[in-house]
């Protein structure tokens, strides 16, 4: 009689979701210590060749052919984790001559830098990896000022909390060689706009999480917008001047570096496109306790108003037509 009933109880609708959503976070909550465990086992062994006298970084690779520097930022305690995702990005399939990590000269100094990066220092080329410092420019620290110090050359920005797929890199240049001219990107939102051709709310655009069909998305398209998490690559000269007003750039957008530099690109009639075989968000792992903090909460919340005043700001910038490289 009781099993009876039990059986009849999990075909009510209200229980039946309930079971199963019990068992969706009983999945995440196996997904989520597995990825734990994925991230300590390479932070032991990242860990394990710092302390070694050869890290395991392969220097006869090179690739020449195109001047890339990948430039990221960190900050406070995320600071002594960025080290990994270094490590992930100097043993990539495709080695760039450069990796620029920016911190603001009134947080570090080569004197009180975390212990990894001064061992990672001292074992990588200096024209492979470099720390430098800068004003504290917040999340703009990833590009401005590698612009500023490498203006011929096209800049890969990396978030500092992941530990990125061995090809991960090789992707952004592959499509870079297809579209020279053309921001890449892994992740990307779509633009939305209204029927004055007025652009919508951030909110309201929606994310790109695979390509689609659409041959509009496989090509360089002005409407594509980079999120930064996946990595963007910016060709060498695809931003108007303007990009480097640091006063205007604290005054509209101060929490949102990725709108300023989609819209100073955008200004200079730049489009953007996607990698063919983007890393689906779940091949990310991100750093124990990264999510802490950062732009993100904030974001929600303040990326509709940034947008407003940055658009306000520079009436020039058209998001009209569909043109392709």
Excluded at 224 to 243: H, K, M, R
Aim: net charge negative.
């Amino acid at each position: 009689m009781f099993l009876s009933v039990k059986k009849w109880l999990k075909h009510l609708p209200l229980v039946k979701r309930w079971l199963q959503q019990r068992q969706l976070n009983h999945q995440n909550k196996l997904l989520s210590h597995q990825l734990a465990l994925a991230v300590d086992c390479i932070n032991t062994l990242n860990e394990s060749a710092l302390n070694d006298s050869v890290l395991p970084i392969d220097l006869s690779r090179s690739n020449t052919d195109l001047a890339i520097v990948v430039s990221l930022t960190s900050y406070g305690e995320r600071a002594a984790q960025v080290h990994h995702t270094i490590l992930s990005l100097l043993n990539q399939s495709y080695l760039t001559p450069t990796i620029v990590l920016w911190l603001a000269d009134d947080e570090f100094s080569l004197a009180n830098l975390p212990q990894p990066l001064t061992q990672l220092l001292a074992k990588v080329d200096g024209e492979r990896f470099q720390v430098r410092f800068c004003d504290d420019i917040r999340s703009f620290k990833k590009l401005i000022p590698t612009l500023e110090l490498f203006p011929c050359a096209s800049i890969v920005t990396m978030d500092d909390d992941v530990i990125y797929p061995y090809n991960h890199l090789e992707k952004l240049v592959a499509k870079h060689r297809e579209h020279p001219n053309v921001v890449v990107c892994h992740h990307a939102r779509l633009m939305k706009f209204d029927v004055h051709h007025q652009v919508l709310p951030y909110h309201q655009w929606s994310f790109v999480t695979a390509l689609p069909d659409s041959a509009d998305l496989r090509l360089p398209n002005r409407h594509i917008f980079p999120v930064g998490i996946g990595g963007v690559l910016y060709p060498a000269g695809c931003f108007s001047d303007e990009v480097l007003n640091s006063a205007a750039f604290m005054q509209l957008c101060p929490a949102a570096d990725d709108l300023w530099f989609k819209l100073m690109a955008q200004l200079n009639d730049v489009q953007a496109v996607m990698v063919d075989a983007p890393t689906p968000y779940s091949d990310y792992l991100l750093l124990p306790g990264s999510q802490d903090s950062g732009l993100w909460a904030e974001n929600k919340t303040r990326n509709d108003q940034q947008l407003l005043a940055i658009v306000n700001a520079y009436p020039n910038i058209s998001f009209g037509g569909k043109s392709n490289d």
